[in-house]
């Protein structure tokens, strides 16, 4: 928050020093907003080729485990299914059962 408000007050003293100079407002305030979008900018940083490597395994990490979770999640489905079938069969071959008995 400090900083931004530093940010700002640089960038109203280059808009106040461009005003007092020239008298023109409107170049003053393009000045102030040019100066404030400048100084909010954040330069490229150079990046550790280590952490970036570590970066990129975690997300390898995480695809794969996603991916793992995924498939669990399939087999587990259709290991559901292939019960709920097995189970629908027995109701239906008692039924056939029961009716074979009740026809006899």
Do not use: H
């Not at 408000?5 to 023109?24: E, H, M, P, Q």
């Not at 399939?74 to 559901?80: P, R």
Request: hydrophobic content about 45%; some cysteine.
């Amino acid at each position: 928050m400090v900083s931004f408000i530093l940010k700002f007050l640089i960038a109203g003293i280059v808009a106040i020093a461009w005003n007092y100079l020239t008298n023109d407002m409107q170049m003053s305030v393009f000045f102030f907003l040019f100066t404030l979008a400048i100084l909010c900018l954040r330069p490229i940083v150079f990046q550790d080729p280590k952490q970036r490597e570590e970066y990129i395994q975690k997300l390898k990490d995480a695809r794969a485990k996603q991916e793992f979770l995924a498939a669990e999640r399939k087999a587990e489905k259709k290991k559901l299914k292939s019960d709920e079938d097995r189970a629908e069969k027995q109701k239906q071959d008692l039924k056939n059962l029961q009716n074979r008995m009740e026809g006899t």
